[in-house]
């Protein structure tokens, strides 16, 4: 329902409350946490419980859950409490995904951040131990294999943008060509895969590989501040 996904919003904003607490030498350091570091991050869930209480009944209590059952495993082997897929809501193990991807994706100081085909490949390994099973299916479900935004190389080594799936073959979708074969940019150029459209040297086009926009000086916010990327997330 439409209150649940706002609450459910609302869960996704708030989960990570706990880490304004959080000392900025360990929330920033370069490199592996270890010893009393990693005890004092996981303890991020606890002050994120203890602020969110603090509201007095503004904040709803399962978006206080969430912000302190998100690490928890559906194996029973997270933190802090150590509990099972049956007794964590639903809110809980569909944030505990999304936290979990975009940890993969984004770039942190001491690594740069994996690609969406092999976030969801260490999502789909982490299915049924770490993450809710039948969950992870349906959140990649919902992304498809080249979401929205998807920096993609193509088989004749030009670069393109994802701007929306073709949803009777996600494996071409529609694309905005933004570098040529020598990834160098080039005139723009929106084109449908799934019209198997040819190039310059009468090849299909189609899709090698997703690559990291920010290797080849690609900003994708362009994209979604001019609107192109939000009709593809619609019709998702």
Known sequence: TEEELKDLGLCGMLHDMGKMLIPNKILNKPGK??????KIMKYHTTLGLKILKK???RVPLSVINVA?????RVDGKGYPRGIGQEQLTRATRIVSICDM????TSDRIYRKGCSH???IDILTKMSGKHLDYALVLKFIECLSVYPPGSIVELTNDEVGI???VNQDEKLRP???LLLGTDKKPRK???IDLSKRETDIGGEVYTIRRTVRGADYGIDIMKFYNSGLLQKGFASL
């Open 101 to 104: 991807y975009d940890a993969l």
């Open 117 to 119: 085909l092999e976030a």
């Open 33 to 38: 946490l270890a010893g009393k570091e990693i």
């Open 174 to 176: 529609q694309i905005i």
């Open 68 to 72: 302190y059952s998100h690490h928890e």
């Open 162 to 164: 994802v701007i929306e």
């Open 188 to 190: 723009e150029k929106l």
């Open 55 to 57: 509201s007095k009944g």
